[in-house]
């Protein structure tokens, strides 16, 4: 009886026993599963952004070998620098905006479609509130004619921006063709001092003028945008063209004269890039309905910033100047705004580095429109700078960051 009695006890414990065991087997197993899964995606991570980067280099290879390769305007074969360590030119070449190309996918159409209905949603919202509180619909656009204010006064100072900028080429024209050949000389120096002069002037009279005017901040925006672009695009020519003067020898094989046509200035003031060439891949046609809906989405995305503000930000600080702030509802107010100004982000980049500037490149029929990368799937903020506005950074590629390594390359191989 007694080793009946101690039989079931043993076979108890040895099924617990049994059951415990397998149970730290699956802990064990699930956490190698886990470890095997976290190294997996680290493995598919780093293959995914070094064949990223591998395929961006061959790309970019085959862009310039192809440009090297092939004839350009008057039948020339631009003939590659002598200099092994001479950094490479930006190259155009006609390709399609980045969402373009990503909403023809339809799971990405359905994100846009998502926006859409938000906007949509606000309208409601805005259309039954008025009807609830104030009895009748009430379109209230106080604060967008408040944020465009003086409008008037800021086309004038546009149409000035824009002379001045277009006096540049007859400055530079007259320079090229009168000055003596061969090395910089004394004209060359004066030239150099009225271009600087010139550039602060530009820069400091529409600040002047801001100041002045107290203008909102929409109308302060435009005013220091079309500044910045003039700017940039002035300077972008002259270096380009400055160093064909200067290099310029008549009679020769490469005898393009000392200074471009009007018109590809004028093309350049307008066109959607800030680096200059005489010419850029050029699409067959203009599609008008495509131009359209583009300034209908810039139209749509300027409602929709409206919207955003006015319901998420104007209530937190219209009061700010008549009630006490303390610091406690300075960190609420900042951070109640910061999803909505997340958003404004948003839709500030596709209203103008998307459907403005594809609009304009429509128009003009400009070829090579990678405004900007995808910049949302940056691990790095080295790499988010260079990838949301690809405009901007040319430009600061061509004319800023290669002039310094151009400079101090000069400087090593001098010493």
């Known amino acids: 009886m007694a080793a009946r009695n101690v039989s079931p006890n043993s076979n108890g414990n040895s099924d617990s026993g049994g059951e415990n065991n397998a149970f730290i087997d699956q802990l064990k197993i699930q956490h190698l599963r886990n470890k095997t899964q976290k190294l997996k995606d680290e493995i598919l ?51 399609r905006s980045v969402l373009t190309e990503l909403f023809e996918i339809s799971h990405i159409q359905t994100l846009k479609n998502i ?7 606000f309208s409601m919202n ?13 379109i209230d656009l106080n604060l967008v004619y408040w944020a465009f204010g003086k409008l008037s006064i800021v086309v004038q100072i546009w149409v000035g921006m824009m002379f001045s900028t277009l006096l540049v080429y007859p400055c530079l024209y007259f320079w090229a063709i009168s000055r003596p050949l061969g090395r910089a000389g004394l004209p060359d120096w004066l030239m150099l001092v009225a271009y600087i002069v010139y550039q602060i002037a530009f820069m400091a009279y529409p600040i002047k003028m801001l100041g002045e005017h107290q ?13 910045t672009r003039l700017v940039m695009k002035s300077h972008a020519f002259v270096r380009e063209n400055a ?13 393009q004269g000392p200074c471009p046509d009007f018109s590809c200035y004028l093309y350049f003031l307008f066109a959607p890039t800030l680096v200059y060439r005489d010419t850029y891949p050029r699409t067959n046609k ?13 139209f749509g995305c300027t409602i929709y910033i409206y919207y955003v503000f006015y ?70 903020f080295s790499n988010y700078y260079r990838t949301w506005n690809v405009v901007v950074h040319d430009w600061l590629y061509c004319y800023v960051y290669k002039d310094i390594y151009n400079v101090s390359f000069f400087c090593q191989f001098s010493v």
Not at 129 to 137: P, R, T, V, Y
Request: proline share 3%; aromatic share 14%; glycine share 4%.
């Open 45 to 95: 991570n780093n293959l995914d952004s070094q064949l990223e980067d591998l395929l961006e280099d061959f790309c970019q290879e085959v862009e310039e070998s192809n440009t090297h390769g092939s004839s350009h305007t008057n039948g020339e074969v631009k003939k590659t620098s002598s200099r092994d360590r001479e950094l490479p030119d930006k190259v155009f070449v006609s390709r």
């Open 215 to 227: 203008f909102p901040f929409a109308s302060a925006f435009i005013v220091l945008l079309e500044q």
């Open 286 to 298: 203009i599609r008008w309905s495509y131009v359209v809906s583009n300034f209908a989405q810039v």
């Open 243 to 255: 160093a064909r003067a200067l290099r310029y020898k008549p009679h020769s094989e490469q005898d």
């Open 126 to 138: 805005t259309i039954l509130a008025d009807f609830i509180e104030k009895g009748g619909l009430v």
């Open 115 to 121: 926006f859409i209905a938000v906007l949509i949603i």
């Open 311 to 380: 319901r998420f930000c104007v209530p937190i600080f219209q009061n700010f100047n008549s009630d006490h702030v303390t610091p406690k509802r300075m960190v609420i107010g900042i951070f109640g705004c910061t999803l909505p100004g997340v958003l404004i982000l948003f839709i500030g980049f596709f209203a103008l580095l998307h459907s403005w500037l594809n609009a304009f490149a429509e128009m003009l029929r400009f070829g090579d429109r990678l405004f900007y990368k995808d910049w949302w799937n940056s691990s790095h």
